[in-house]
């Protein structure tokens, strides 16, 4: 693309492209994370209540007390996780976006900068 002749309504294409990528791989790490990963990350987080000695070395359980607290709890686990996932990708393409109007050496600044953000 030549950068200089890009109109307003250009920048807000490419601006709504970026927000659509980053919004599809949020919602594809959503749809993984519910049958496969939020289990493992309630069972590890278990793990840790038992080891580090707050529940007396036994068994612990979460306790239920509504009618859809585990398909909630199941739910935002899905769906921090899947915010910790899309992280990288969303500066990513933030990174596509903006590096295009930047100058060479603020470009060589920023790709020293940004692996110290994750």
Same mark, same amino acid.
């Given at each position: 693309?030549?950068?200089? =002749?890009?109109?307003?309504?250009?920048?807000?294409?490419?601006?709504?492209?970026?927000?659509?990528?980053?919004?599809?791989?949020?919602?594809?790490?959503?749809?993984?994370?519910?049958?496969? =990963?939020?289990?493992?990350?309630?069972?590890?987080?278990?793990?840790?209540?038992?080891?580090?000695?707050?529940? =007396?070395?036994?068994?612990?359980?979460?306790?239920?007390?509504?009618?859809?607290?585990?398909?909630?709890?199941?739910?935002?686990?899905?769906?921090?996780?899947?915010?910790?996932?899309?992280?990288?990708?969303?500066?990513?393409?933030?990174?596509?976006?903006?590096?295009? =109007?930047?100058?060479?050496?603020?470009?060589?600044?920023?790709?020293?900068?940004?692996?110290?953000?994750?």
């Amino acid at each position: 693309m030549a950068e200089e =002749g890009m109109s307003f309504t250009s920048h807000l294409d490419e601006l709504r492209k970026r927000l659509i990528y980053t919004l599809l791989f949020f919602f594809l790490a959503f749809s993984v994370m519910v049958p496969l =990963g939020a289990t493992h990350i309630i069972n590890y987080i278990q793990d840790i209540a038992i080891t580090s000695g707050h529940t =007396g070395g036994g068994h612990t359980q979460f306790t239920v007390i509504g009618p859809m607290e585990t398909f909630s709890l199941t739910m935002r686990v899905s769906f921090y996780a899947a915010i910790v996932l899309t992280y990288p990708f969303a500066m990513f393409q933030a990174w596509r976006f903006v590096s295009p =109007g930047l100058y060479r050496h603020e470009r060589q600044f920023f790709l020293v900068a940004i692996p110290s953000i994750f």
